[in-house]
């Protein structure tokens, strides 16, 4: 007789598929098809249509409307006529709703999920046990943050009327993580789903009408680019949040540029896997299945580059290939299939098109043994050996099943094979020595770290990526921070008309002229620097007196200063203690030359109260000193048996571009926050009154702040702003200027999709600690990075 291990191993699955009838009829009932939400109306649908196609079946299931301008337009106009009554509930009654919304997605879980599996072609296990239960959680979630808004955000006020716009590799999670925040913060939204998978926001509608949701809360317009297009560019939309391609996050950064709104970016990845020989092998191959075979590889964090130390590399293949011949894959309403189809033949072409890429480039591409169903866009599991880092298919988003491998000797190596990407959203490290994992997980460049884990999401987890993945955060503390705002930001005057053009001819007016000639150089890299073009440029003070000249930086004086600032990251790796040290000496330094400095502000004419200015500065020193090792992260509550930790880093070199007023007290308004969380700074002084910076970086130099963590231009504003705002070794950019030049800014950030915050040209008043100080300074200054680690046998 066989051994239960040799039944176990023969035993054939049965068919276990998932009804489908409830559904079926719910399509059905809408013969004409499904046309937009717009103000808690339910809009027949005329004019173009978009067919729904099952992408295991290639059948049509059902159709949608195709939103026009037209329809957007009523859609945010319905959002907005809802903002001022949503808004001003107490977070108590908006948390009643979003309570009812996460119930009412639970009674109707099996519903859900069946209509998700069949519109996306994910498996029924994945939306039955995955999508829709953290669907619900979000929801409950974020009752919570809506009734705890106003002492936890305190001075915060929601942004408005939200743009959100979503892909279709989880239609309702992807859906849910836009609107509970946002709704929770007290903000309305107008959401338009891809096209390939608007099924599950049609059902999300009619739950809002169900739970008796206020009419225009959530608006929902169905249809395609454009139409996501006519949302992100509408004037009255106060806040564009985007997950898609990295090239469509491109587009909306650079549409929307100049316009005020916020926005918030989650976009590709090309996440990586790295396991270490003192893993557990089998633990890894399961965390293979669960990170690149999940959802079809159709997931922006998806574990996609296996990145494995060479000792074991041949037995990890093996097990690879071992394991992934037991996958199945075939309808996606049976219970039994680990791999259902993806979302579409045209998304099955274009990996099928990779993957040819990656065997011309050499690459050898080893399968699953499955049977491929006749009908649908099936894709078979697998993944590449021989593939080189600079290959094709090691470098672009496959979005499909496919992982790429790579060996690596040292941890140094994995490291730099781990950040050879221009993304940054996430990375799985496997190792049981937890001091190398933690220690590879910190110098990691993404926005989540799983160890011994991979893809675990939690609405208490922030997330989102660093570099070319965006930015902006889904989930937790920072998440909400997304849909609010501070108020201060659009409220001030418009900046006046900026400066005369630099005078650098020799100017023979009236002058004031000291007893021996002073020097304002550059100060780059610790070092005094005289500008690379030999030009200095006339300052003029009180009256249109010339009261000294200033180096007139060109574009290598840029670039040399982001070289220097690249050079000292090690900032970054200090302690928090030894950074507010160096804060609290430069405060002490400032404060033996205050006189010095109030003459010198006396002299520009732009600072009403000299000493005082000098006094702010000095606080405001200290504060960032205090807070340099107190604005940290936090131990997330997130799932069983796992700690969650959110840890803030430094974004790297940050541009910072001063405004004239207030030159000393704005410049290190800006300085301070920037240094304080461990990044480098390359800032250009105020325009007009750039002599302070001559003075401020004889401190620098005299209190410890190492060589290169802070350099100081001076020159033409728009001018050095368009070289930083386009160099791709800075991570951000702090803009105060004009309008225009905010607008600016902002497209030519594309480039790296570098953090931009600018002014916009508003007035900021800088004496006042709660628009020229504070926490957001020090969130602007960092990016959270969540790191996930399981506990436990
Ligand atoms: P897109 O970035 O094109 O689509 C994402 C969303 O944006 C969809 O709702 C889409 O509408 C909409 N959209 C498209 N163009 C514009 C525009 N100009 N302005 C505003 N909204 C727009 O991703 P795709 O669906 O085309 O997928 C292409 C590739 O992008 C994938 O193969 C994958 O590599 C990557 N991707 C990454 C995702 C992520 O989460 N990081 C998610 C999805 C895709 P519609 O779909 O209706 O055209």
Known sequence: MPAIKEIMQTMEYGPAPEGNAEVKAWIAQRKGGFGHFIGGRFIDPDGPAIDVVNPATDEVIGRVAKGDAGDVDAAVKAARAAFPKWSGL??????????????????????????????NGKTIRETRDIDIPLVARHFYHHAGWAEILESEFPDHKPVGVCGQIIPWNFPLLMLAWKVAPALA???????????????????????????????????????????????????????????????????IREQIAGSGKKLSLELGGKSPFVVMEDADLDAAV????????????????????????????????????????????????????????????????????????????????????????????????????????????SQTEIFGPVATTTTFRTPDEAVQLANDTRYGLAASVWSENINRAIDIASRVKAGVVWINATNMFDAAAPFGGYRESGYGREGGRAGMQEYLTLGWEKAGKVRPAPAAAPLVVPFVGKA???????????????????????????????????????????????????????????????????????????????AQR?????????????????????????????????QADKFDGAVTATKSRHVTLTVNEPLGTVGIVCPDEAPLLSMTSLILPVIAMGNTAVAVASQAHPLVAARLYQVLETSDVPAGVVNLLTGERDVLTRTLAEHD??????????????????????????????????????????????????RRASQVKTIWLPYGD
């Not at 002073?518 to 007196?545: C, E, M, N, W």
């Not at 004419?605 to 205090?626: C, I, Q």
């Not at 999709?753 to 300074?777: I, M, S």
């Open 512 to 590: 004031e002229r000291p007893e021996i000639d002073v020097s304002a150089k550059l100060y780059i890299g610790g070092k005094q620097a005289r500008p690379d073009g030999g030009h200095s440029y006339t300052v003029f003070g009180k009256g249109g007196v010339a009261v000294g000249q200033a180096g007139l930086a060109n574009r290598k004086d840029v670039r040399n200063a982001v070289e220097a600032a690249g050079k000292a990251t090690g900032w970054g790796g200090v302690t928090a203690h030894n950074r507010a040290q160096v804060l609290y000496f430069l405060a002490e330094n400032l």
């Open 90 to 119: 107490s977070g108590y009654d908006r948390a009643r709703y979003l309570y009812a919304i996460a119930r009412h997605i639970q009674k109707r879980e099996r519903f859900f999920s069946v209509l998700e599996t069949m519109d």
């Open 729 to 778: 070794d800075v991570a951000a950019i702090w803009y105060c200027g004009s309008a225009e030049g905010s607008a600016a800014v902002e497209k030519a950030s594309i480039g790296n999709l570098k953090q931009v915050w600018t002014d916009r040209g508003v007035l900021r008043d800088w004496r006042d600690p709660r628009q020229g100080q504070g926490t957001e300074y020090l």
């Open 286 to 393: 399961e965390g293979v299945v669960d990170a690149i075979w999940f959802n079809q590889g159709e997931v922006c964090c998806a574990g996609s580059r296996i990145i494995v130390q060479e000792g074991v590399a041949p037995r990890f293949f093996e097990k690879l290939n071992a394991r992934m011949a037991t996958l199945r894959m075939g309808d996606p309403l049976d219970k039994t299939m680990d791999v259902g189809a993806v979302v579409s033949r045209k998304q099955l072409e274009r990996i099928d098109n990779l993957l040819k890429q990656g065997e011309l480039e050499g690459a050898t591409l080893h399968r699953a043994p499955v049977d491929v169903p006749k009908r649908g866009a099936f894709c078979p599991p697998g993944f590449f050996t021989g593939s080189a880092p600079s290959n094709t298919v």
């Open 185 to 251: 913060a007290g903000n309305t939204v107008v959401l338009k789903p891809a096209d390939l998978t608007p099924m599950t926001a049609c059902a999300f509608a009619e739950v809002c009408a169900e739970i008796g949701l206020p009419a225009g809360v959530v608006n929902i317009v169905q249809g395609d680019g454009g139409t996501g297009a006519a949302v992100a560019g509408h004037p009255d939309v106060d806040k564009v949040a985007f997950t898609g391609s990295t090239g469509v996050g491109r587009i």
């Open 594 to 626: 205050r006189a010095e400095f109030a003459a010198a502000l006396a002299l520009t004419g732009s600072s009403p109260k000299p000493d005082d200015e000098v006094e702010l500065t000095l606080r405001r020193a200290f504060w960032y000193a205090a």
